[in-house]
């Protein structure tokens, strides 16, 4: 066996620890490092992704509850108002007849029970005071309906006037049919 001076054990010693010291750091210390630089990094990131999908989820059974409340409502109604019928009156009340070009009906299904009741009406020729009257009636009217789609462009034929595309909609139970324009 080889004998060591005090000397040499000495540095042989410090050797051992230093080469475990660069070991330990290299297999342990440095990987644990850059993990917490990336962590730094990606948390934040995901933070915000769960803020914009907890705002999705609450977006989200807002208007699934709305959609809950609005079969309800139409559920709930004893006796079934026609769309069709009702906005031939609000246009004769408002005394929009002459402006209406063409006024479309069909049904769209909506879920088990229940569809969509669509009214596509053209008005031509109206003006802006004549327009959002029409709109308030129908917004104030006894149906359960909104005004989904309103396209407004100039009119071609008379100057200073508008022509108008309404698309209305309204729940119903699916069972009953209505005549189509």
Not at 31 to 36: D, G, T
Not at 136 to 158: F, M, P
Request: glycine letters at 4%; hydrophobic letters at 45%; aromatic letters at 4%.
């Amino acid at each position: 066996m080889i004998r060591l001076t005090r000397r040499e054990k000495s540095l042989a010693v410090v050797l051992a620890v230093l080469t475990a010291g660069w070991s330990f750091f290299v297999m342990v210390v440095q990987p644990a490092n850059q993990r917490i630089k990336t962590l730094e990094r990606v948390i934040p990131q995901k933070q915000a992704e769960l803020r914009k999908l907890r705002a999705t989820a609450r977006a989200y059974t807002t208007l699934r509850s709305d959609l809950a409340r609005l079969h309800e409502q139409a559920a709930s109604r004893e006796e079934a108002v026609e769309l069709l019928p009702l906005l031939e009156s609000l246009v004769r009340s408002a005394g929009l007849e002459k402006n209406v070009a063409t006024m479309k009906h069909r049904l769209l299904p909506l879920r088990p029970g229940y569809c969509w009741s669509v009214v596509e009406l053209h008005l031509e020729g109206l003006t802006l005071a004549e327009l959002v009257d029409f709109l308030q009636r129908v917004d104030s009217s006894n149906l359960l309906a909104r005004t989904r789609t309103l396209h407004i462009k100039k009119s071609r034929a008379q100057k200073g006037l508008l022509d108008s595309v309404i698309e209305i909609h309204s729940p119903r139970p699916s069972g009953k049919t209505l005549a189509s324009k």
